[in-house]
C-alpha cells in the first residue's frame, strides 16, 4: 500500500473527486446524531458553497489523500496565527472513502499530514463518535509515542500535542 497527500487546489480533477464524495461524508457525520450538521439548505449552505469555502480558505491547506494512486480521502489542515492558542494546526476535516477503510490508509495519511505541518496540534473529536475518538487516540498515541494530552469538555474529546518532521 502506497498512501501520499497532496494539495487538492493544485491538481486537476481532485476538486471533482471531492465533490463525489462529500454527500457520503456528510452522510457519515449525520449518523452522530449530535445536532450539530443539520441537512445542508436547512441553514442557508449549499454544498457547492461549503466546498468553495474549503477551496478558497487561505488559513487552511486542502489535501487529497491518495491510495494506489487513487484518491482516498482529504483533510482539511486550520492553521490559527493567534498567539493566545494552544495549537498552530487542527485537523478542522478528515475522511476517508469507504472502499479504502480498515486498511491503514487513514493512519498513514496523518502520519503524513502531521510530519508536513510541524508544530503544535489540537484535534477534535465527537464523543458519540466512539469510533473516531478509538481512531484519533491510536494514531495519536502511537505518533507521539504517548506524548499527547487529551481532555473532554462539553461533548468533545481533545487531543494535544506537539509534531516534528523527524517523528517516526
Given at each position: 500500500m502506497t498512501v501520499t497527500v497532496r494539495d487538492a487546489r493544485t491538481q486537476p480533477g481532485d476538486r471533482k473527486w471531492i465533490e463525489t464524495v462529500y454527500r457520503d461524508y456528510m452522510d457519515d457525520l449525520g449518523l452522530l446524531n449530535t445536532g450539530i450538521?443539520?441537512?445542508?439548505?436547512?441553514?442557508?449552505?449549499?454544498?457547492p458553497?461549503?466546498?468553495?469555502?474549503?477551496?478558497?480558505?487561505?488559513t487552511a491547506?486542502?489535501?487529497?489523500?491518495?491510495?494506489?494512486?487513487?484518491?482516498?480521502?482529504?483533510?482539511?489542515?486550520?492553521r490559527d496565527a493567534r498567539a493566545s492558542r494552544?495549537?498552530?494546526?487542527r485537523m478542522a476535516e478528515f475522511f476517508i472513502a469507504r472502499p479504502h477503510r480498515r486498511r491503514g490508509v487513514g493512519r498513514s495519511a496523518v502520519g503524513l499530514i502531521l510530519r508536513?505541518?510541524?508544530?503544535?496540534?489540537?484535534?477534535?473529536e465527537y464523543s458519540r463518535n466512539p469510533a473516531a475518538v478509538k481512531f484519533w487516540r491510536s494514531v495519536v498515541s502511537a505518533f507521539t509515542h504517548g506524548d499527547f494530552r487529551e481532555r473532554s469538555v462539553n461533548g468533545e474529546v481533545r487531543q494535544l500535542f506537539t509534531s516534528s518532521r523527524s517523528h517516526a
Open positions: 450538521f443539520p441537512s445542508l439548505g436547512e441553514i442557508g449552505h449549499r454544498e458553497d461549503q466546498l468553495e469555502r474549503w477551496f478558497m480558505d487561505s491547506t486542502l489535501l487529497t489523500i491518495v491510495d494506489e494512486g487513487q484518491p482516498a480521502g482529504f483533510a482539511l489542515v486550520a494552544e495549537a498552530d494546526y508536513r505541518f510541524a508544530g503544535r496540534w489540537e484535534i477534535v
